[in-house]
């Protein structure tokens, strides 16, 4: 019998798109990971992301990406921000891209240096675009907590 990972978070996606999203304020969310690659995206305020075993401060306009299988949490210290976040499933892809769900991403926007990069603002401009195109599609409402 196989046994459930305490450890795992199930995420709804729905099949015929293979990606969701959610915008939230976000307080505490304990050690996590699941089986989709989750991209963070800090609209307001700040908020402290724990990615397998380091610490990132992350402030408004940072994105980060945990990837498939990794452990991650989110911390602030009052809950006064607002996170876009994606959920992407590689497998729901995987006639196409075969390999997606190994392919490991990285996005260093928490770097003083990358701030006013131009593909960071190209990359934030492309996940207002998807969230656009998915309130479209579905009807996914914003939902503030």
């Known amino acids: 019998m196989k046994t459930k990972n305490p450890l795992t978070q199930e995420v709804h996606i729905p099949d015929q798109i293979g990606c969701t999203y959610t915008i ?6 304990p050690l996590h990971m699941h089986h989709a690659y989750e991209i963070v995206f800090v609209l307001e305020g700040n908020v402290d992301f724990t990615c397998t075993a380091f610490n990132y401060h992350l402030s408004e ?18 809950g006064n ?8 499933n590689p497998y729901d892809y995987s006639n196409t891209f075969p390999h997606l769900s190994y392919y490991w991403f990285f996005c260093d926007s928490y770097s003083a240096a990358e701030k006013n990069a131009p ?9 207002f675009k998807i969230v656009h195109v998915l309130s479209d599609c579905d009807g996914h409402f914003f939902q503030k907590s």
Request: charged share 15%.
């Open 61 to 78: 306009g940072d994105i980060f990406i945990a990837n498939v299988n990794e452990l991650h949490s989110l911390h602030s210290d009052d």
């Open 24 to 29: 939230t304020s976000v307080k505490s969310l």
């Open 81 to 88: 921000n607002l996170i876009l976040t994606f959920y992407f």
């Open 119 to 127: 593909n960071l603002k190209h990359f934030q401009s492309l996940l």
